[in-house]
């Protein structure tokens, strides 16, 4: 029903920026909430940034915040993570997420790597 394509991983410098993109098509008028992701070798995955898509409001974790936004692109069917102030400990994979009533989707990943 909904397929969800990453982009805008790479390497960068602690204190750098990136920003991913997150392209949705399919059934994207089902779609309530949309959230990243990461999962960092060893660790479990973890819950980043979450946004309602009706009203715009955002929660994040606690390790990101107010380093990180969440924002999307109606028009473009597109769902952003700018990352800010980036640390090596936030190196991982990126993962874009949605729930549309039972049903999980995630897109493929994108690496992001952060050196000192």
């Not at 969800?4 to 990136?18: D, I, T, W, Y």
């Not at 920003?19 to 960092?40: D, E, F, K």
């Not at 973890?46 to 009203?55: F, R």
């Not at 069917?77 to 874009?96: H, I, K, S």
Request: hydrophobic share 35%.
């Amino acid at each position: 029903q909904v397929h969800l394509v990453e982009s805008g991983g790479g390497l960068v410098q602690a204190g750098g920026s990136l920003r991913l993109s997150c392209a949705a098509s399919g059934s994207i008028a089902r779609i309530n909430n949309m959230s990243w992701y990461r999962q960092a070798p060893g660790k479990q995955r973890e819950l980043v940034a979450t946004i309602v898509l009706n009203g715009g409001s955002t929660d994040y974790g606690e390790s990101v915040k107010g380093r990180f936004t969440i924002s999307r692109d109606a028009a473009k069917n597109t769902m952003y993570l700018q990352m800010n102030n980036l640390r090596p400990e936030d190196t991982a994979v990126y993962y874009c997420h949605t729930i549309i009533y039972f049903a999980n989707y995630w897109g493929q990943g994108t690496q992001v790597t952060v050196s000192s």
